[in-house]
């Protein structure tokens, strides 16, 4: 268990995760049509996503999000009629993670490219352990064949994700993220809508 370093491309943002690290989380990458278009709302798609458009994420209780500089650079776009909020820096244009749009559900998931592996001579494999599962595959562009890609996401992937989020419910760790509001669960910043529908590039 260790504190996981978060900070912006520009460093105006910088956070913690407290008591995570390999274990304590789940990885996975997705590559859903949704990632995929925030990574170009972002206009960082090369960074963010992988050769097949896959991005790099890190499930962890959101209550132990911990802001240190730049709250005020904070920004979130919904990109679905679902409540999914997607969290990026609007110095820079980083992303952070994804979120539901309350924190009755206490997770985020984290984009790789907001965690700090500068201390990290493994990367991310030693500070956040080895990716679980590829998901929504269905999405993915190029070949894949030489990947174990899933259509959705397998039972393990939600068995983790059940561990992550039940303990900070019934702690009521839940309501300690700093991205919402304690006593309303509202998003602390007011978020933008893009329509859908979004399509995937063709391979």
């Known amino acids: 268990?260790?504190?996981?370093?978060?900070?912006?491309?520009?460093?105006?943002?910088?956070?913690?995760?407290?008591?995570?690290?390999?274990?304590?989380?789940?990885?996975?990458?997705?590559?859903?049509?949704?990632?995929?278009?925030?990574?170009?709302?972002?206009?960082?798609?090369?960074?963010i996503l992988d050769e097949h458009g896959g991005s790099d994420i890190y499930q962890v209780s959101s209550g132990r999000l911990k802001i240190t500089e730049g709250k005020e650079h904070l920004a979130c776009v919904y990109l679905t009629a679902r409540p999914i909020l997607r969290w990026y820096t609007a110095c820079c244009n980083t992303p952070v993670g994804n979120t539901l749009g309350s924190n009755k559900l206490p997770f985020i998931g984290l984009l790789h490219n907001c965690i700090d592996t500068s201390a990290q001579p493994g990367g991310l494999d030693e500070l956040i352990g080895p990716i679980v599962a590829r998901v929504n595959g269905g999405s993915a562009t190029g070949d894949t064949s030489h990947l174990d890609i899933h259509d959705s996401s397998p039972l393990k992937v939600y068995w983790r994700f059940a561990k992550t989020v039940l303990p900070p419910r019934i702690t009521g760790e839940h309501k300690k993220s700093p991205l919402f509001d304690q006593e309303t669960g509202k998003p602390v910043v007011k978020p933008i809508r893009r329509e859908p529908p979004y399509k995937s590039p063709e391979p």
């Open 1 to 47: 268990m260790t504190d996981i370093p978060i900070r912006c491309s520009c460093g105006s943002f910088k956070a913690r995760v407290e008591r995570a690290g390999p274990g304590y989380g789940n990885r996975v990458v997705c590559y859903c049509d949704f990632c995929q278009e925030f990574a170009r709302h972002l206009g960082r798609e090369n960074e």
